[in-house]
Every structure is written in structure tokens, then in C-alpha cells.
């Protein structure tokens, strides 16, 4: 069992490398596969990562068969359709997902997209799970930021099925409808549940962490508990996944195996441990349904049946083989479960306890219970610096305290007293407010201690792919018994995993990328010994932002801890929105702008002030001439042209950076610099925009290549078409952040460059916009 898994998993990573969608049709040789099994047994490896790659086949035209007609993004359609999850409220909107049954477009009847996740701003009206309603809404094919070491949008939404992302209309046509079928009633119940326990618990810190215990809502947990949880390697205890699933199971199993067997007689025609087992599924099978059969959830849920399965059969097998059985039907279920961080770590952690846990005699008591988190750690290392290019060192610490509170406590007190809210409001107040002292006064002050010591944290660039192999090797050796000759060399296995930095530049060399942050701009340069960052995006929300979603992500990618120079060009939100994070989280050394008392009133920078940038600041960095050539000291320009410009390069080998300014910042700079524009790679001025790109500058810089920083479907409709034919005409071959994701390239002081690159092209799968 466990090679025809493994050889299952290998035929599904095959397929999600693609980056075209195969047709369907192949997916019929998936029956011809089944008797080619039992025929042909010594090729069984093989024909089982066919039949894998044919079965992910299916899934992915099953999904993908219902995606949005581009002709129908942009434009007003009329929906009709069930709220189909509990709506997330912000300040300013509330989001949520609505299957669509039908669409009409001008009146007529389209293939519908099926489940969709729309935003409606303003004061919308009371929304709730299951219910039905017809909107009129616009709607954009699944689009998200292209950046290296940041989070894939588009392949979260393909994972959990969403089609298409969209806002409602502010129309009359928007009515609640009625009737609506039972799909989506486990959710109005999730939802009814949700809003006993906000009036159980108002205003209270730890109500969040309830909910997310409760009924897997995570939305009211706080940035400061999520940065905790995460320091300290304990955020899987807010989600209802392996260990809150089992946990649940084996209280089932445990209470009704005792019950079971002082019930007279009746043991001897059904033996308790049976009973049991089917007591084990039952509320393992409910608490899953609390957290709306969320996809971590159901995972768990597949493994608890597999072991349930094994005693109600009466099957002696070993536990690997357990594991196995578990892995297969969760890729049979769901093959797109290996997109997920959690699918791995999941089963990685499980694999690591068995492995280190059987036969080892010596392990009693507290002793085995502290080892369970030493070797959790050791083993999951490699996985959480692939993933998160971070490992919370005090994790075995956190959890030895946090496990037991959390599953052995609080769990119980929230699920009783989320029953009891049902029944006995006054007991269930009492048992989820005893549930939030645990968690205020004792748990998470312990984890905020932990979290702010000099070691909580290992922070590291990401490894190279390659270093996984080894570094799996050395897990697997420091984890084996006492007895197993040379352990320790395991250590050198992991070396090239946390020693092989990714390549930087040379001396003389400069590397750009310009970032894909929607609707705004940033960039970052680097040259061997030093990191300088333009702009820093848009912010979108209190929650998310360019800073945060797009540049700190790329820092870990590569392993930068410290901004030489940050340059903020003026002070639009969509290029200093990002800055806080910045601030917040990684060293800097210099920052200038063009409107330095904005910055310091709505974006605090620690330690200091900030710099006016100004015409004739240059410098030079292992061997990079840097020059700033406007704002121009007298210069009363102000708004978008009061951007920062800046050169960077040698004469005919230039990136010419130029923010928001308009055509008469570039009448200014022609009239001061004139052929001394020259640059062969231009960030083109203001996105686009009519305003810009001036037909007078563009003869003077004449660009080779024009890189455009702009949203996918903005609302200022960027670039504008006259400016993208001007730089066709020009000559300039365009990239576009929207089309291209983050576009990077090479340059030296020697004339030699590359030419730049799409992260986008270069990382595309079959689930990626194209």
C-alpha cells in the first residue's frame, strides 16, 4: 500500500507542473487503466501514476469547464444564485461566496460560473448563509499578484473552487429572493452559531480563537494573536484540522467504549470497540460539519475513518500502512489537496511521530510527551523554511504548554458550550467565558513571552529545491534510533539545505525587479553588497497590504534583512501604503521622498526622519551610478510631478525610474537633460496614464523597454491604448505587471544586460490566468 500511495501522490505533483490544461478526452483511458492493473503487475507503479495523472485530469476540466467568459468581465450581469459560506463583515464591505445558479447579460441567458466570491461595499444589507438573492454584479477572471515568494491568489482560488471575483452593483435590481434548497443550510447553521457566540462573548480578546474552535470562522482573530501563533509555531491550534479532528474521535471512542460495556450483554453481540469506532466517525463526521467541511477538515476527517475503518474490520495493519491508506483517499477525494502547505505538513507530522514513536520503549511520561514535540520540530524544519522561509525555534516549548491546555481544556469547554448555547444559554456563557480566562490570563500571555525573545524565530532566505532531498535525508537520520550508527552525520545532510544562499549580483552588476502590486508601484535594486526599494505600493485594507502581501515575502524569498535606501517618489496611497510593514518589520537605513512631512504624519518611521530626495543626490554602489534628477531644488511641482526620478546605471545602459509625473515634468526634464535621458529600460511615468509618456520624452529617452506598473482591469482603465501604440511605434517592447507579474532583469556597468523577465511566464502552471 504504501509504494502504490506514493506512487499515487508522484502521478498528481507530475500533472500540477503542467501549464496548459490537456482536453479532457484523455481522461476516457483512465478505464483502460483499471484491468491493465491485474494484467500487467509488474508495471503497477506505472499504470498507477497514469491513472493519477488522468484522475487529476478529470478534477481540474471539472473545475476549470465553468470559468468566466472574458467577454463577460467588466460588465454588468444579473445573477441569481445562495450565498453559499458565512459572509465575512469589514468595516467598509462584507465579502462572501454565491453560487450562481443563473446569469443574464443584456438580458440574456449565459453559462453560469458557477461559485464566485464577491465584495459588496457600503451598507449592505444583513447577508446570510443559504440564503437566496438575485445582484447585479461584475465579475473578472481569477487574477492575483505574480511575485517571487508570495502567496498564489489564483491557485488558492482554484483550490477551494471560486471562478471568478467580483463586487456587487449598487442597483435595485439586488432583492432577496425566496425559497433556496438545503445545499447550503449547514452554513446558516454555522452562522447561527457564530452569532450566539459573538452575543455570548462581546468585546471579549479571545472570542476570535472561540469561533475559529468552534466552527473554523478565523476572521476575528487579531493581527497580534496571528503574529504569536505564528512565532511560536502554535497557529495550528486554531484550525480545525488533524488534531482537534482526532482529538474529538478518540474522546468519542474512549466515552463510548466505556458506556458500551457495561451495557449488559449487548458487548457480546457487538464488542464495544466497534461501537465505539462508529461513535469515533460520528463526531469526528459533526465537528468537521461545525467547521463547514473546510478542506483541512476533511483531510482529517479521511484519516480518522481510515484508522475507524481498520478496527471496525478487525484488520491488524501497521500504522504505516494506515498512513498510506489515508493518503490515498484524500488524493482520490481531492487531488488538489497537494496545493496546500497544510497537506504536507499534515501528514509529515503524522509520519514523524510514527516513525519516531514506535518501539521506542525508553519514552514514558512527560518524557515522551516533550520528545513528540522535539522530533515534530526537527521533522517539520525542512517543510517550513520551503514554505514559510521561517522555523519558531521555541515551538517544542509552546506547544508542550499550548497542546495540552488547548485540546485538553479550552476544546472541551468550547464545544460544550457552544452545544449548550442551543439549549442552556446561561451554562453555555458560563462554559465559553471559563474557555477565554484560560485563554487570556494563562495561555496567551505565555505565548506573547515566548514570541518576543531573541530566538522565538529562525528566518532564513528560501531554499533551494534541489536542498529538500538531502535535508529530508538528515531529518530522517537525526530521528532514528539511538542505536543506528552515525546520526550525526545527519547534520552535514541538512547543510546545503540552511548554507546555499540564492545567487546576487556581482560586482558591477545590478538586478532589478519590478513588483507586482496591482494598481501601484514598487520596485526593488540590488547590487552585490546593497538593497535600495522605490515606492511600496498600494494598501488595500487595514488587513492587506503591497508592504506586506508582496515586498516582505520577496525579502525572505531571498534572504534580505536590511533596506540600504528607501525611496517613497510622492505621496500617493498607491505608492506608500505598503510603507508601514516595511517599518514595521525589516531594518532600514535611509528614507527619502519628495514629501517627507506626509510620510512622517500618516506612515511613522522609527528612528528618525526622512530625507527630501532632490535633483543632483547620486551615489554609487559596487560599481552602479545612482542619480536623482528631479524634483529640482525651486521646483514648485507638487502632487504626482513632485516624483522622485531617478537614474540608475551607465550612460546607454540606464533604468530610467520615474513615478507619477506628467507631461510637463517630462517637457522639464528634455529641456534640462536631453539626450542624456537616454535609458534603455523605462518604469513608464504615471502607469499609463494619458497624462504621461509624451511623445517629445519618449524621442528622448527612446526605451528599449517599457515596463508598466499596473493593476489587472484597474478602474483608470491603465495603460491607456494612445500610450501603449505610442511606445509600439516607438519601438519599446512592453511589459506589463497585470499580463506579466513581476518582471525583473539584469544590467552591469560594462554596457551588458538581460533582458527582462516575467515571473509570471516563467512560473506558469495550468491554473494560472493566461
Known amino acids: 500500500m504504501r509504494k502504490e500511495s506514493l506512487a499515487f501522490l508522484g502521478g498528481v505533483i507530475l500533472f500540477q507542473q503542467l501549464t496548459v490544461l490537456p482536453d479532457i478526452l484523455w481522461a476516457l483511458l483512465l478505464p483502460l487503466l483499471v484491468p491493465l492493473f491485474f494484467v500487467l503487475p509488474g508495471y503497477r507503479v506505472v499504470i498507477i501514476v497514469a491513472s493519477a495523472f488522468l484522475w487529476t485530469l478529470w478534477h481540474a476540466n471539472m473545475i476549470l469547464a465553468t470559468a468566466l467568459d472574458p467577454a463577460h468581465e467588466g460588465v454588468d450581469l444579473v445573477v441569481q444564485g445562495q450565498i453559499a459560506d458565512i459572509p465575512e463583515k469589514f468595516s467598509k464591505s462584507v465579502r462572501f461566496r454565491f453560487a450562481v445558479d443563473s446569469m443574464t447579460y443584456l438580458g440574456k441567458a449565459h453559462q453560469a460560473p458557477g461559485l464566485v466570491r464577491l465584495s459588496w461595499y457600503g451598507r449592505a444589507p444583513a447577508l446570510n448563509a443559504g440564503e437566496r438573492w438575485q445582484l447585479k454584479i461584475r465579475l473578472k477572471q481569477p487574477h492575483g499578484f505574480m511575485n517571487p515568494g508570495g502567496f498564489d491568489y489564483e491557485g488558492w482560488l482554484y483550490q477551494n473552487r471560486l471562478r471568478a471575483t467580483g463586487y456587487v452593483r449598487k442597483d435595485p435590481a439586488n432583492q432577496h429572493l425566496i425559497g433556496g434548497d438545503a445545499r447550503f443550510s449547514l452554513n446558516a447553521l454555522r452562522q447561527d452559531v457564530l452569532k450566539s457566540i459573538t452575543a455570548a462573548l462581546p468585546d471579549n480578546a479571545s472570542r476570535g480563537i472561540v469561533t475559529a474552535l468552534a466552527i473554523g470562522v478565523r476572521k476575528e482573530i487579531s493581527l497580534h494573536q496571528w503574529k504569536v501563533l505564528t512565532m511560536t509555531g502554535t497557529s495550528h491550534l486554531v484550525a480545525i484540522s488533524g488534531l482537534h479532528i482526532g482529538l474529538v474521535a478518540g474522546m468519542c471512542f474512549l466515552i463510548t467504549s466505556r458506556l458500551w460495556s457495561r451495557m449488559g450483554s449487548l458487548p457480546l453481540y457487538?464488542?464495544?470497540?466497534?461501537?465505539?469506532?462508529?461513535?469515533?466517525?460520528?463526531?469526528?463526521?459533526?465537528?468537521?460539519?461545525?467547521?463547514?467541511?473546510?478542506?483541512?477538515?476533511?483531510?482529517?476527517?479521511?484519516?480518522?475513518?481510515?484508522?475507524?475503518?481498520?478496527?471496525?474490520?478487525?484488520?491488524?495493519?501497521?500504522?504505516?500502512?494506515?498512513?498510506?491508506?489515508?493518503?490515498?483517499?484524500?488524493?482520490?477525494?481531492?487531488?488538489?489537496?497537494?496545493?496546500?502547505?497544510?497537506?504536507?505538513?499534515?501528514?509529515?507530522?503524522?509520519?514523524?511521530?510514527?516513525f519516531t514513536m514506535s518501539n521506542r520503549l525508553a519514552w514514558r511520561g512527560w518524557m515522551r510527551w516533550g520528545r513528540i514535540h522535539l522530533v515534530m520540530a526537527l521533522g517539520l524544519a525542512p517543510l517550513l523554511l520551503v514554505f514559510f522561509q521561517q522555523v519558531p525555534l521555541l515551538s517544542p516549548l509552546a506547544n508542550f504548554v499550548a497542546v495540552p491546555l488547548v485540546s485538553l481544556i479550552v476544546v472541551p469547554l468550547v464545544m460544550a458550550g457552544t452545544l449548550s448555547l442551543l439549549f442552556l444559554p446561561a451554562l453555555g456563557q458560563l462554559l465559553l467565558n471559563?474557555?477565554?480566562?484560560?485563554?487570556?490570563?494563562?495561555?496567551?500571555?505565555?505565548?506573547?513571552?515566548?514570541?518576543?525573545?531573541?530566538?522565538?524565530?529562525?528566518?532564513?532566505?528560501?531554499?533551494?529545491?534541489?536542498?529538500?532531498?538531502?535535508?529530508?535525508?538528515?531529518?530522517?537520520?537525526?530521528?532514528?534510533?539511538?542505536?543506528?550508527?552515525?546520526?550525526?552525520?545527519?547534520?552535514?545532510w541538512l547543510l546545503p539545505m540552511l548554507m546555499l544562499t540564492p545567487p546576487r549580483p556581482k560586482e558591477g552588476e545590478l538586478w532589478f525587479t519590478l513588483l507586482d502590486v496591482g494598481q501601484g508601484l514598487a520596485a526593488v535594486v540590488r547590487t552585490r553588497d546593497h538593497v535600495m526599494v522605490y515606492d511600496a505600493g498600494p494598501r488595500f485594507s487595514r488587513r492587506f497590504d503591497a508592504g506586506s502581501a508582496v515586498l516582505l515575502p520577496f525579502f525572505r524569498h531571498y534572504g534580505i534583512s536590511y533596506i540600504d535606501l528607501l525611496v517613497l517618489g510622492h505621496g500617493d496611497s498607491d505608492h506608500i501604503g505598503g510603507a508601514e510593514a516595511l517599518f514595521e518589520n525589516i531594518d532600514i537605513g535611509l528614507v527619502i521622498s519628495s514629501v517627507p512631512e506626509k510620510i512622517d504624519r500618516h506612515t511613522p518611521v522609527p528612528r528618525g526622519v526622512v530625507n527630501e530626495c532632490g535633483s543632483g543626490q547620486q551615489w554609487r554602489w559596487n560599481g552602479i551610478a545612482f542619480r536623482i534628477i528631479h524634483p529640482v531644488e525651486g521646483d514648485e511641482s507638487a502632487g504626482n510631478n513632485a516624483s522622485c526620478v531617478l537614474q540608475i546605471g551607465p550612460p546607454g545602459n540606464r533604468i530610467l525610474l520615474t513615478g507619477d509625473i506628467e507631461k510637463g515634468t517630462e517637457r522639464r526634464l528634455?529641456?534640462?537633460?536631453?539626450?542624456?535621458?537616454?535609458?534603455?529600460?523605462?518604469?513608464?511615468?504615471?502607469?499609463?496614464?494619458?497624462?504621461?509618456?509624451?511623445?517629445?520624452?519618449?524621442?528622448?529617452?527612446?526605451?528599449?523597454?517599457?515596463?508598466?506598473?499596473?493593476?489587472?482591469?484597474?478602474?483608470?482603465?491603465?495603460?491607456?491604448?494612445?500610450?501603449?501604440?505610442?511606445?509600439?511605434?516607438?519601438?519599446?517592447?512592453?511589459?506589463?505587471?497585470?499580463?506579466?507579474?513581476?518582471?525583473?532583469?539584469?544590467?552591469?556597468?560594462?554596457?551588458?544586460?538581460?533582458?527582462?523577465?516575467?515571473?509570471?511566464?516563467?512560473?506558469?502552471?495550468?491554473?494560472?490566468?493566461?
Do not use: C
Open 270 to 354: 457487538w464488542p464495544s470497540s466497534k461501537v465505539a469506532a462508529l461513535a469515533a466517525m460520528l463526531g469526528a463526521t459533526v465537528y468537521a460539519a461545525l467547521a463547514g467541511f473546510s478542506i483541512p477538515t476533511q483531510r482529517a476527517l479521511v484519516m480518522v475513518v481510515v484508522v475507524m475503518l481498520s478496527l471496525l474490520l478487525q484488520r491488524q495493519r501497521r500504522s504505516g500502512d494506515i498512513l498510506a491508506s489515508a493518503l490515498l483517499l484524500v488524493l482520490m477525494f481531492d487531488p488538489l489537496a497537494v496545493m496546500s502547505a497544510g497537506f504536507w505538513l499534515s501528514f509529515t507530522a503524522v509520519a514523524v511521530i510514527l
Open 670 to 770: 528634455v529641456e534640462n537633460f536631453g539626450q542624456d535621458l537616454r535609458a534603455r529600460f523605462l518604469v513608464v511615468p504615471h502607469h499609463g496614464s494619458k497624462t504621461s509618456s509624451s511623445t517629445g520624452f519618449l524621442t528622448a529617452v527612446r526605451p528599449e523597454y517599457a515596463l508598466i506598473p499596473a493593476g489587472y482591469r484597474n478602474r483608470f482603465g491603465l495603460p491607456a491604448a494612445e500610450v501603449t501604440l505610442r511606445y509600439a511605434d516607438a519601438g519599446a517592447r512592453q511589459f506589463n505587471t497585470a499580463h506579466d507579474g513581476a518582471v525583473s532583469l539584469q544590467l552591469d556597468s560594462m554596457g551588458g544586460f538581460d533582458a527582462p523577465k516575467s515571473y509570471r511566464q516563467e512560473n506558469l502552471r495550468y491554473w494560472h490566468w493566461q
Open 434 to 492: 471559563l474557555a477565554t480566562i484560560i485563554l487570556n490570563q494563562l495561555l496567551l500571555p505565555t505565548l506573547d513571552w515566548l514570541a518576543v525573545q531573541d530566538i522565538a524565530l529562525w528566518r532564513q532566505h528560501a531554499p533551494l529545491a534541489w536542498t529538500l532531498f538531502p535535508a529530508g535525508i538528515g531529518a530522517l537520520l537525526l530521528l532514528s534510533p539511538r542505536g543506528i550508527p552515525g546520526r550525526w552525520i545527519g547534520i552535514l
